[in-house]
């Protein structure tokens, strides 16, 4: 965002201008300070005007530039007339550059209200045309849902009324598996009632506890991706584990945070300078 109402241009080349020139060489540099000190008071007040027609406006400002009124008159009356930097309305100063400023900072805020307004209309109307989208009238789900919907949704209703009751509602093929599916399980490869090579089963038991820790540690995954079948996990474990000792609890990886760069400031982009003079 651009504020205008903070600042106005000084052309770099503002003391080459020959009417500065001309001011300078008559009055010195200091005259040249109360051109711009003049200014800023311009653009600072509300009516961007001096009432210069008022003694006490002259003896104040002669008193801040440490001079005599008298010094003061003659240098801003050479501003009004030989020099024409600055012109009289109604007794009071004001400078052409600072009106043009003025008016141009007004248009360029008129615009940009106008556009944030016009912003602000399209997106309440999208807004609106999708809340309108939204509240489409829909017949209840009892009245249309098929013979199979209704078996699901009943279904879903048990699981949920189980979970409140503090229970879990699961299957045995579910992920995560209850510790007690897994010990089942490796009783069952132990025994011979569930298939797996021979050289294995011997080992089948005393590996639950540790397939249990390792995979609760890294949230039931494989190669970071989530577990589809558990009893084909646990089996491919007690491979590892009998031929090559491989099976180490995995802890999961704390996520490295990125170091803090800070970005370079954006600049404001300035309004297009007006002159001064």
Do not use: C
Request: no cysteine; glycine share 4%; net charge positive.
């Amino acid at each position: 965002m651009v504020y205008y109402d903070r600042w106005f241009p000084h052309d770099a080349n503002a003391s080459r201008d020959p009417k500065i020139r001309a001011l300078i060489a008559e009055f010195g540099w200091e005259a040249y300070g109360w051109f711009w000190d003049i200014l800023e008071q311009l653009h600072n007040t509300p009516t961007h005007s001096i009432a210069w027609d008022q003694k006490y406006v002259k003896i104040s400002m002669a008193s801040e530039f440490r001079t005599t009124v008298e010094r003061l008159s003659t240098v801003v009356e050479r501003m009004l007339n030989d020099l024409q930097l600055l012109y009289l309305e109604n007794g009071s100063l004001r400078s052409k550059g600072m009106d043009r400023h003025i008016e141009n900072a007004s248009n360029k805020k008129a615009q940009a209200s106008a556009a944030g307004k016009a912003s602000a209309e399209k997106r309440a109307e999208s807004k609106k045309e999708a809340n309108d989208r939204s509240t489409t009238v829909e017949q209840p789900m009892s009245d249309r849902s098929t013979p199979v919907q209704r078996k699901s949704s009943e279904k879903e209703e048990k699981e949920e009324k189980e979970r409140k009751r503090g229970g879990r509602a699961r299957t045995v093929s579910s992920i995560p598996p209850a510790i007690e599916d897994i010990q089942k399980y490796a009783e069952g490869l132990r025994d011979g009632v569930y298939p797996i090579e021979s050289q294995y089963r011997a080992n089948a038991v005393s590996q639950v506890s540790k397939f249990f820790d390792n995979y609760t540690a890294n949230g039931w995954k494989v190669n970071k991706n989530p577990m589809k079948d558990w009893q084909a996990t646990y089996r491919n474990w007690l491979r590892r584990e009998k031929d090559f000792g491989q099976n180490k609890l995995e802890t999961p990886k704390t996520a490295s945070v990125p170091t803090y760069q800070p970005q370079p400031r954006r600049q404001q982009r300035q309004p297009e300078a007006v002159p001064m003079f």
